[in-house]
């Protein structure tokens, strides 16, 4: 594969994109302004010097695209080690180089907020009166554009696991505050790493949703992929337009039939070929009803079909039926009479249901806790009764009650929640509390004994499962507050380290100080919050403003809000009483820090004053 770099879609790669399908372009761009972009020799007089050093720290490799505004080139940070691609946008090379570049502060401004493993990123924007730099993530992979020019079309199970990707990063995008409608997607516009992962590449057309606005303002994205809604006055763009994109691309991907040529359209996918599943086929047909309310509403709710897609598939309901009929008909040839084989099925889930109940009866009376958990496992095991979240959040709670969940406990429960996920054994709701459990449950008690130091690890190892929840509950639901405080401050710890090394750690600390402002005062006002996790958290949060004290004045933190919130950790680890000698450990160990704490900060806001 070659070496693309990840940028923006400006210039006359996006010009042309455009020109050839895109509906917002006028007649006038595509009779003079584009002209215009192709004519002209201006590179061969404005281009960066190879081998020169760009702001003290980008040294200039090579070139590695050009386009009728722009010049992309290789460069590495010799300090870091590290290999960016910086785009170079000059005032000779547009008609109107203000309005460009007020466009690509927009789009960089939006990037440099988005922290996802499937999104590009950008680290730095050098400006001059005369040149615009963006410097941000180069990768090596090819665009799925690219792999069906070369290759047609590609196999379905391929673009299944590329669909549940593509709805992650879009189920991320549209959680943001405000959401981020992206409005493109299609397969040029998605970079496939060597790896397997993906890239969502050309922010060009995102926009924040507003939700005050009747109507965009303007027809974006490309004719083909792009949902009715796009193309002017009926309606505004939401995160079903997306919907209709990515069904729109997942079409072209399976059959290999661009639905932006002739004869533009996008037939049932086993119209062209009878062997691809009816459970794709169906998932696509409703990304792309052209009614957004016929749509999947949400990513969430089309990941969650994606990793159900036997299920809406008429072969695997034959399957089920004929099961069916073999215990119907074993039943009936055992009895002599259907009805027997019926009440036999109703007796079997009554029975079911009794033995689920039963152990967990069972299991509250017990006094030794490794039984009482190995009750509750065989209380998930039972066939068609693990939907029910009682047996999952009761082993969660045992796992707590020697305020040690080990190693071994960690890898037992992931494998039973991934077990029993997959096989259904869990419903979608009763799925995102119990990750939501499990997030605090690693956050307050994962391997608790190591010192102050593992509780960077709890929140690092929380994170997940707080984005779990993110990804699939809905705007009402209650814990979603508390899951994004939870994974925000688990995602800083765990990406400052590469952050700080590769010099993008600018801006973190406020996110940061803003989940913990955010958390002390839902647990400070839950009455039936345990002691256990306010005495973790205040400590946690404690530690945090003596490490990171300067940083938090450096991103905007003011000092009356550092000291309110130590101040607030004090009052209340001394109005919380402790009730046993792990909780009394936390509490004397945060109270002790009192004057460390404090002169941290005096000394971080000091350094300011003085400066």
């Not at 490794?370 to 047996?391: F, H, L, Q, T």
Request: one cysteine or more; a negative charge; hydrophobic letters at 40%.
């Amino acid at each position: 594969m070659g070496a693309w770099p990840i940028f923006p879609g400006f210039g006359i790669e996006g010009a042309e994109r455009r020109e050839s399908g895109c509906c917002e372009c006028s007649e006038d761009f595509k009779s003079e302004i584009l002209p215009a972009l192709r004519g002209g020799d201006f590179w061969e007089e404005a281009m960066l010097e190879i081998g020169s050093v760009i702001d003290g720290k980008y040294k200039i490799l090579s070139v590695i695209g050009r386009g009728g505004m722009s010049v992309v080139y290789m460069a590495i940070n010799e300090k870091a080690n590290k290999t960016w691609a910086v785009k170079e946008v000059r005032k000779n090379a547009v008609i109107d180089f203000e309005a460009v570049k007020r466009s690509l502060v927009v789009e960089t401004n939006m990037l440099k907020k988005l922290h996802h493993p499937n999104l590009p990123s950008i680290v730095d924007v050098i400006e001059s009166s005369d040149v615009f730099l963006i410097v941000m993530d180069y990768v090596e992979g090819n665009s799925l554009g690219q792999a069906l020019e070369e290759y047609g079309a590609l196999p379905e199970a391929y673009v299944i696991a590329w669909a549940r990707q593509l709805c992650d990063v879009l189920g991320y995008l549209h959680t943001r505050k405000p959401p981020i409608i992206y409005r493109d997607m299609k397969p040029g516009n998605i970079m496939l790493r060597p790896d397997g992962r993906l890239s969502l590449i050309d922010f060009g057309t995102a926009r924040e949703f507003k939700a005050a606005k009747n109507e965009d303002t303007t027809c974006l994205g490309t004719v083909g992929y792009a949902a009715p809604e796009q193309f002017g006055n009926v309606g505004q763009t939401d995160a079903r337009t997306d919907i209709y994109g990515l069904g729109a691309t997942l079409y072209h991907l399976v059959t290999g039939k661009n639905p932006s040529e002739p004869p533009y359209e996008m037939k049932p996918i086993r119209e062209i070929d009878p062997t691809f599943s009816q459970g794709l086929e169906r998932i696509i047909l409703k990304c792309t009803e052209k009614n957004p309310e016929d749509r999947y509403q949400s990513a969430a709710e089309m990941m969650y079909a994606l990793d159900h897609i036997e299920e809406i598939d008429d072969s695997f309901r034959r399957r089920q039926r004929w099961k069916l009929g073999l215990f119907l008909l074993a039943a009936s040839l055992a009895a002599g009479f259907f009805a027997t084989g019926f009440l036999s099925v109703y007796s079997a889930d009554r029975q079911a249901a009794g033995r689920y109940e039963d152990l967990l009866m069972d299991a509250r009376q017990m006094s030794d806790l490794r039984e009482r958990e190995a009750a509750y496992v065989r209380a998930i095991a039972i066939p068609d009764m693990g939907g029910n979240k009682e047996a999952y959040l009761a082993l969660i709670e045992g796992y707590k009650e020697d305020g040690n969940f080990t190693t071994e406990e960690a890898e037992e429960l992931e494998s039973l929640i991934r077990k029993h996920r997959n096989e259904l054994f869990l419903d979608l709701p009763g799925y995102i509390e119990v990750c939501y459990e499990t997030g605090k449950l690693f956050w307050y008690y994962y391997s608790y004994g190591d010192g102050g130091e593992n509780r960077v690890t709890r929140a690092k190892s929380a994170a997940g499962w707080f984005e779990t929840v993110l990804s699939l509950a809905p705007k009402e639901d209650p814990k979603r507050g508390m899951a994004e405080a939870y994974a925000t401050i688990g995602a800083f710890y765990r990406d400052i380290a590469s952050n700080i090394a590769e010099g993008k750690d600018n801006g973190s600390y406020a996110p940061l100080f803003q989940s913990m402002e955010s958390l002390i005062d839902s647990v400070a006002s839950d009455e039936n919050e345990s002691e256990m996790v306010r005495f973790e958290l205040m400590n946690f949060s404690e530690m945090t403003l003596m490490q990171y004290a300067d940083k938090f004045r450096r991103d905007g933190i003011s000092e009356e809000r550092a000291e309110a919130l130590l101040s607030l950790l004090w009052k209340l680890g001394g109005m919380t009483e402790a009730s046993n000698d792990t909780t009394d450990a936390l509490k004397k160990e945060l109270l002790g820090r009192e004057n460390d704490a404090e002169e941290a900060i005096r000394t971080a806001y000091g350094a300011e004053a003085g400066a």
